[in-house]
């Protein structure tokens, strides 16, 4: 799935992942960017989950026992990225999915409507790691849910090229936040969007302050 189109900046705010992290793995070819890899770099809605699916797995992990799991292998990082990259946009079409990634790299998917699943059955969210919920890094950087990063805010990779935009309309978050960058509030930006409400605008606002946050965690 190559729907989204985010840069380096993008990716790592939304990932959770540092954007040193990211441009480093694109160098070394861990993950190269799959909408675009030549001299301005963007990466894909799915490689977001990618981003993440790295990270988590090539880091010891504690089991709910209280055991350390050591990291994933290489092999099993792969198998689970080239699940991810073959994800189908429709699944985000409708209500939220659960897309997962176990211990052992097997990506475990859920359409809407059914109960979590690999080939070999059921299996519990404490062994996995779910990939849309928000994402702790160990630098302190939190990347967002990726289909509801807030009350009022949704992110679809087939609609505004997978930009996070205000719930029932086509206003990108990225906007609301740059005006109030310029000392606008929400009530002053809603006489320019009076289509949204100001508590919509100010969910944006605190959505986009925190991606802004993401980028000044260090690597």
Known sequence: MREGAYTVDRAAALSGVPRRTV????RK?????SVSAERRKLWSYSDLFALRTIYWLRRPKRAPDG???????MPQVKAALT????????????????IAVTWDGVVVLRPVG?????AGGQILLSDALDLIAPFAALEGARGPDLVEPGPFVRIRPRRLSGAPYVLGSRVMTEALYALSLRGCTPENIHALYPELSTDGIADAVRVEAQLARNLSYAA
């Open 23 to 26: 441009h480093d793995w694109a």
């Open 29 to 33: 070819g861990v993950l190269v960017p």
């Open 67 to 73: 055991s350390v799991v050591p990291a994933s292998s």
């Open 83 to 98: 699940v991810l990259e073959h994800l189908e946009s429709e699944l985000f079409d409708g209500d939220r999915p659960a």
């Open 114 to 118: 059914h109960p979590l699943q690999t």
